[in-house]
């Protein structure tokens, strides 16, 4: 199964504004035939898109111990999380 065979491709696309498939982790897709997305690709995306993200750090807008699921939790919120943690 791809991304394409589910919501959660739709879903991801208008939350985030891109496709998930930006981000696919191709060999892990490949070995498994299921959509993974590549969070370090999609966290670096996050970082670029957002200046007060900054993951190697733990931090956004000044606040510390800030994980990348807290931080598509604050700004995208909860279904925003769910879709990529049921995409990894």
Known sequence: MYIEDTKLGPSFKSTFGIPAEKFCDV?????????HLDIFAFEEW?????????PEKCMYKGKKNISTNMYIQEKYGESALHIV????
């Open 27 to 35: 060999l892990l897709t490949m070995a498994t035939q299921k959509f």
């Open 85 to 88: 943690k049921a995409l990894i």
């Open 46 to 54: 996050l970082a670029n898109k957002d200046k007060e993200f900054l």
